[in-house]
């Protein structure tokens, strides 16, 4: 899946990490009804956290549909937001639309294997007839397009980290309008500018080993690996903040499932600089979570009641990530 905001963490965050699941199954059902059941590959984590942003905005939660068995929940039904609810709406729209732009980034960088596959060209025209009739996500859409393709090319690159900032705040403004709460643009466009912020330097510090072999401009032109790193966790730490202090000043209903995603989203970025600029494996995560998960399941706390004899096994394997959800846990 694609996008840089992480899920609530099964293991301690249970409940939480069921409501992250509702508005994600709720957005990936709204993008098949949109568009088609292939283009549901696009959802972006990104638009997901924008679809709880906006019932949280609203004070009410989204109408809830038992969706069917699918085999990203263990095949498992679940309670989702219906797909033509705002929130689900919200996610479709974001989630074509971030996924346009990576498409429309990798094309300019001269990336020719997308000439071969039709359906990835095709996303771009997709959310551009999506986002037909919002004019605010049009622009945004625009914005975010430019800022990856013209502004990088220039090597100008204080004017890209502030067109996607930009571009991002006018995402979470539409947001608000959406949820009718027109009066907490400001506070929105805060949140949405420190997560485009964090955004395009976790992705520029991850292709910096990458445009360096290619010839290709990065932010971290010129820094060493330590300086890098530094300036890395300046901006993981700056925008942290930021974003508490904007979730602060809005008056919401999901506060806290919005608070842990921020802060799992800021543990997943201090763990990628740990690394260099890889990402952590989905392996490590379960080793890392392993003894919480046997406790719980001990203890009867995890989803699926998992009994004493078995817990152990299943963290001997390292079950218990927090980046899935698989029949286990």
């Given at each position: 899946?694609?996008g840089?905001?992480?899920?609530?963490c099964?293991?301690?965050?249970?409940?939480?990490?069921d409501e992250?699941?509702?508005y994600?199954?709720?957005?990936?059902l709204a993008i098949?009804?949109?568009?088609?059941?292939?283009?549901?590959?696009?959802?972006n984590?990104?638009?997901?956290?924008?679809?709880?942003?906006v019932d949280?905005?609203?004070?009410?939660d989204s109408d809830?549909?038992i969706?069917?068995?699918?085999a990203l929940?263990?095949?498992?039904?679940?309670t989702?937001?219906t797909s033509?609810?705002n929130?689900?709406?919200?996610g479709?729209?974001?989630?074509l639309?971030l996924a346009?732009?990576?498409?429309?980034?990798?094309?300019?960088?001269?990336d020719?294997?997308?000439?071969?596959m039709?359906?990835i060209?095709?996303?771009?025209a997709r959310a551009?007839?999506s986002?037909?009739g919002h004019?605010l996500?049009?622009?945004?859409?625009q914005?975010?397009?430019s800022?990856?393709?013209?502004?990088?090319?220039?090597?100008d690159?204080a004017a890209v980290?502030?067109?996607?900032?930009?571009?991002?705040?006018?995402?979470?403004?539409?947001?608000?309008?959406?949820a009718e709460?027109?009066?907490?643009?400001?506070?929105?466009m805060?949140?949405?500018?420190?997560?485009?912020k964090?955004?395009i330097?976790?992705d520029?510090?991850?292709d910096?080993?990458?445009d360096?072999?290619?010839g290709?401009?990065?932010?971290f032109?010129?820094?060493?690996?330590e300086?890098?790193?530094?300036?890395m966790?300046e901006?993981?730490?700056?925008?942290?903040?930021?974003s508490r202090?904007?979730?602060?000043?809005?008056?919401?209903?999901?506060?806290?499932?919005?608070?842990?995603?921020?802060?799992q989203?800021?543990?997943?970025?201090?763990?990628?600089?740990a690394n260099n600029?890889?990402a952590?494996?989905?392996?490590k995560?379960?080793?890392r979570?392993?003894?919480?998960?046997?406790?719980?399941?001990?203890a009867g706390?995890?989803?699926?009641?998992v009994?004493?004899?078995?817990a152990?096994?299943?963290?001997s394997?390292?079950?218990?990530?927090?980046?899935c959800?698989?029949?286990?846990?």
């Open positions: 899946m694609f840089l905001m992480r899920k609530p099964r293991v301690h965050q249970p409940e939480l990490a992250w699941m509702k994600m199954c709720g957005a990936c098949g009804d949109l568009s088609s059941t292939a283009y549901r590959a696009t959802l984590t990104d638009a997901v956290f924008l679809a709880a942003f949280s905005l609203s004070g009410n809830s549909t969706a069917g068995r699918c929940r263990g095949f498992r039904q679940a989702v937001t033509g609810s929130a689900s709406q919200v479709a729209f974001v989630s639309l346009s732009t990576k498409v429309a980034d990798d094309m300019a960088d001269g020719k294997s997308y000439t071969r039709p359906f060209t095709s996303i771009l551009q007839q986002v037909a004019p996500v049009a622009d945004a859409l914005a975010l397009i800022a990856e393709t013209d502004a990088s090319r220039r090597g690159h980290v502030s067109s996607i900032e930009a571009a991002y705040g006018m995402v979470f403004s539409w947001a608000a309008a959406v709460r027109p009066e907490v643009a400001p506070h929105a805060k949140l949405g500018a420190s997560i485009g964090l955004a330097h976790l520029s510090y991850q910096r080993q990458k360096a072999r290619n290709m401009l990065n932010m032109d010129g820094m060493t690996d300086q890098s790193a530094n300036k966790l901006v993981v730490n700056e925008t942290t903040v930021t202090q904007a979730l602060s000043d809005l008056d919401l209903g999901h506060s806290l499932l919005l608070g842990s995603v921020i802060e989203t800021a543990n997943f970025a201090r763990e990628t600089v600029g890889k952590p494996s989905a392996r995560r379960h080793l979570h392993r003894s919480e998960f046997a406790r719980a399941a001990t706390k995890n989803r699926i009641l009994s004493a004899s078995i152990p096994i299943l963290a394997v390292g079950c218990g990530c927090d980046v959800d698989c029949c286990c846990c």
